[in-house]
């Protein structure tokens, strides 16, 4: 069974800081990872899907790095901003019949103005 | 951009009732999914839905749990018998094909009491 993991659960950064969450996975057979956002009490926005055959993917100031044979992902985000505080989620999915995502723990993230 | 709907935003429900929680997904959308998350934990997967059949479904998911499409624009989660430990947010998700990711609609959460 795919076990997805963040690491760190919380953190706390001044605003302007660059920042890196990471999240790791126990089966590297993906066939996809997604970045996504949470706000309190709220769904879940999509930031970033990176293919299985992909390394990287960037949208403005958000960058996801994958690299499947180590089961990792990394979620670098540049110039910190009080409105990037939220929680950030990655999930993995295994197959390309549209199954299940498995999602991490999540990392709650704070930006201080 | 197209979205994900989902109705009602919060509802509570005495234990032992039944409910229905509404999704309108993404138009051309062919996959469809719902998830949970109880307060403070990971997203739970629990059904995937493709041509007017389930594809695939947790061990959450069990006797007391139903979907259904029932118009081609709809589609619906219903619980029978509601306990305790079903409140949580629920959403549901959609996607073209497997590789493009999921749109996640903004949950509804379930409060039994």
């Known amino acids: 069974k795919q076990e997805v993991t963040q690491i760190p659960a919380a953190l706390s950064v001044p605003e302007g800081e660059n920042l890196v969450l990471n999240c790791s996975f126990t089966d590297s057979a993906i066939y996809n990872l997604q970045w996504f956002r949470q706000d309190p009490g709220k769904g879940l926005t999509s930031l970033l899907l990176i293919q299985s055959s992909q390394r990287e993917q960037t949208s403005g100031r958000l960058n996801a790095s994958l690299d499947k044979s180590s089961g990792r992902s990394t979620l670098y985000i540049a110039a910190s901003q009080p409105g990037d505080s939220a929680t950030y989620l990655c999930?993995?999915?295994?197959?390309?019949?549209?199954?299940?995502?498995?999602f991490g723990t999540g990392t709650s993230l704070t930006v201080i103005p | 951009e197209p979205e994900v709907t989902q109705t009602p935003s919060h509802q509570v429900t005495q234990m032992g009732q039944e409910v229905i929680l509404r999704c309108v997904p993404i138009s051309n959308h062919l996959y469809f999914y719902w998830y949970r998350q109880i307060l403070g934990q990971k997203v739970e997967f629990l059904v995937s839905f493709y041509n007017n059949e389930i594809s695939e479904k947790s061990e959450i998911f069990d006797d007391q749990f139903s979907v259904e499409r029932p118009d081609g624009s709809n589609f619906t989660l219903k619980i029978r018998s509601t306990k305790l430990e079903d409140s949580a947010m629920y959403f549901c998700?959609?996607?073209?094909?497997?590789?493009?990711?999921?749109?996640f609609g903004s949950g509804t959460r379930l409060t039994v009491v």
């Open positions: 999930a993995v999915g295994l197959s390309n019949t549209g199954n299940q995502f498995y």
């Open positions: 998700a959609s996607s073209g094909r497997p590789s493009s990711g999921y749109t």
